[in-house]
């Protein structure tokens, strides 16, 4: 799954979601479900920048680097603590969502007073839900595949450093 539809459809949930003023709090959360999903990225398309500027034959430091920077094994527990995080986080504030779906409803029939949000509202809330799980469920997949494809999540071999076949000053 690209990136661009899970980042697509976290920033619609986020639209949505915040529309809709009752799940606006897990509008936030799909903040967060953009960010752990844009960094990653940023980080294999500066990889293959630096890989596709090797071929062409640049040979400077930030290049190196960011050949370089896929050697180093970097751990999959940290995404996947904050992918169960996101999924705890979700499912919580659905829950007290709907536990306190009167004092929220209070709140936003106290200060809205437009007849069309009221008429929209419960189809926002659950289009938002279903975007919202939708992102959830295409950020588990996109994950997935980052980590099965991905080298900088594989363990490698050669130096984890720019200079590698550089002289060393023995003494």
Request: proline share 2%; glycine share 8%.
């Amino acid at each position: 799954m690209k990136a661009r539809y899970v980042l697509s459809t976290a920033f619609l949930s986020l639209i949505i979601n915040g529309i809709s003023l009752y799940n606006l709090p897990i509008g936030y959360i799909s903040i967060f479900v953009m960010l752990l999903v844009f960094i990653p990225n940023l980080f294999l398309k500066i990889i293959s920048f630096g890989k596709n500027r090797k071929a062409q034959g640049a040979n400077h430091i930030l290049v190196k680097a960011a050949v370089d920077f896929e050697k180093n094994t970097h751990s999959k527990i940290p995404y996947i603590l904050l992918m169960v995080m996101m999924y705890i986080g979700g499912g919580a504030l659905i829950f007290f969502q709907i536990y306190q779906y009167d004092y929220i409803d209070a709140l936003v029939t106290g200060n809205i007073h437009w007849s069309v949000f009221y008429t929209a509202a419960p189809y926002l809330i659950g289009t938002g839900y279903v975007l919202f799980a939708a992102s959830l469920v295409m950020m588990t997949i996109h994950f997935r595949k980052i980590f099965r494809e991905a080298g900088m999540f594989k363990k490698h071999e050669g130096s984890k450093y720019v200079e590698s076949n550089c002289g060393s000053s023995r003494r």
